[in-house]
Structures are given as structure tokens and as C-alpha cells.
């Protein structure tokens, strides 16, 4: 170390010189200390929250494959999956439908397909739930009606070869035989587990999963609108509910739990 004195001061007071720059030192290095350690506190607190969302992430419930459609399970338990346009309903039959099904179709132009899983063994109570599903997702709710006449058939009478001439367009097809006929009521219900995931459906299948859920008929509100009043009714996201809102809606009932 290389140390200047001025000839023009004393001994003592060339130390002083350098006694005040070695406490200013001190006092820079001090607060260098006190930033490094407020910054490695940051860090480390950038660094647990970083992995809170890994954890987070790792226990995110997986998405089953019905997921991607509209679906819900009946009373008795069956699953009920449906198209939410032309595209899902044409890979809803060609790729997901086996020969123990049931197909739904409400009987209205712009109607999703359904498909009962294990159909052939359910109940009268397990259809009906399934032809209110579709029925409440068709066109017929955006039209606002009470009720709409929805047929089931069976996998061996629905087929995508179109008679000689025509075409079927993407998400359409041909019907062959009897078709049975329930009537259904617009009305669909949502409910929370209690892990505050959805439980979608209608309300005689939502009512005996859960004990906190709401009742929508068709209405004047935007889904929007529906979608906040029941997130603040069953708190859970909006985004959780809005994919189960058919269009326009009325709340007409709401169930909690009693704490």
C-alpha cells in the first residue's frame, strides 16, 4: 500500500487524513453489507416462491380426456360427455364412442352430440339427466325455451356415410331407425367439491355430489355477468365457470353449506 503525506501538515495530522477517509470506508462497506444481504434476502424469497409454483404445478390436478368436451356424471354415475362444436362432436363419435353407448341429440339445428358412456345399463333417471345436458347446451337456449324434445339412439345407427349425392359436413351425421324421445327442461346446475374444483351437471345430479351449487335457467344475463355472481357465491375463479355458462342466463336458486 502506497501511502502520500503532505509535507505541508504534521506527522499527526496527515494520519487524521487518513483516519477519516478509513471511517468513510468503513461506513461505504457497511452499507455495501447491509444492500448485499437485503439483496440475498431477496433472492432467497424469489427463490420459495419460485419453488411454492414448481409445487404448485406438480400438484395441479391432471385434466381427463372428457375434460376437452362438456361433460358431467349423472346420478347413478354414468358419464355423459358432449361436443362443444362441429370439430368436437366429429371426434366426440368417430374416436370416443363404443358400441355400449348411448348418442343424444336435442331436436333443434345446433345441438351437441352426447354420448352416455356405459348408456345401455343406465336408468330412466340417468337418460333423462343426459337429454337435459344436451338439450341445455343446444340452440334452445339461446332461444330462450323451457323445454325441447331430445332423442337417443344407439352407436349402430349413427353413421358418417352420407347418401349418394349429398355430403355431410364436418360434425354432421345420418341417423337410421327409430329414435326415443325424452322431454327436457333448460336447467343446468354447477356445485364445488371441496377442493373447490367444478362439479357441472343438473340439479338432481349436482345436488346429491355436493351441498354448494347454483341453478341456471335460461335468461337476460350476460355469461359474464353470471359467471362473477357465481364465483362470488361458490368462490371459485371465473374462469372455472365460464366454460360450463350456456349463454344468457337467470339464477334461480343457490344452495350453500350449512358451517
Do not use: C
Not at 72 to 90: M, P, R
Amino acid at each position: 500500500m502506497i501511502i502520500e503525506l503532505d509535507k505541508r501538515k504534521s506527522i499527526f495530522e496527515n494520519a487524521s487524513i487518513y483516519f477519516e477517509k478509513a471511517k468513510k470506508l468503513r461506513s461505504k462497506l457497511k452499507r455495501l453489507e447491509i444492500q448485499i444481504n437485503a439483496t440475498k434476502e431477496k433472492i432467497s424469497q424469489i427463490g420459495k416462491e419460485i419453488e411454492d409454483e414448481k409445487r404448485k404445478l406438480e400438484k395441479k390436478r391432471k385434466k381427463k380426456w372428457y375434460e376437452k368436451f362438456r361433460w358431467f356424471h349423472t346420478s347413478n354415475g354414468f358419464l355423459l360427455v358432449a361436443g362443444k362444436d362441429a370439430i368436437t362432436n366429429e371426434i366426440l363419435i368417430r374416436k370416443y364412442l363404443d358400441h355400449t353407448d348411448l348418442v343424444f341429440h336435442a331436436e333443434i339445428h345446433g345441438s351437441p352430440f352426447g354420448v352416455l358412456k356405459r348408456g345401455k345399463d343406465a336408468n330412466e333417471v340417468d337418460i333423462t339427466e343426459a337429454a337435459q345436458f344436451v338439450a341445455s347446451y343446444s340452440k334452445a337456449w339461446k332461444q330462450k325455451l323451457a323445454y325441447i324434445e331430445v332423442y337417443y339412439i344407439y352407436p349402430e345407427q349413427v353413421s358418417k356415410q352420407a347418401p349418394a349425392g349429398e355430403y355431410l359436413p364436418k360434425g354432421s351425421f345420418m341417423i337410421y331407425g327409430k329414435k326415443n324421445y325424452v322431454r327436457a327442461k333448460l336447467e343446468i346446475a354447477l356445485g364445488v367439491d371441496p377442493n373447490k374444483n367444478p362439479i357441472p351437471g343438473v340439479p338432481s345430479s349436482v345436488s346429491k355430489k355436493t351441498s354448494e351449487y347454483v341453478v341456471i335457467i335460461p335468461g337476460n344475463k350476460k355469461p359474464l355477468e353470471t359467471a362473477k355472481e357465481i364465483s362470488s357465491f361458490l368462490k371459485i375463479p371465473v374462469e372455472d365457470i365460464l366454460p360450463f355458462i350456456p349463454g344468457e342466463s337467470e339464477i334461480v336458486k343457490k344452495v350453500s353449506a350449512i358451517r
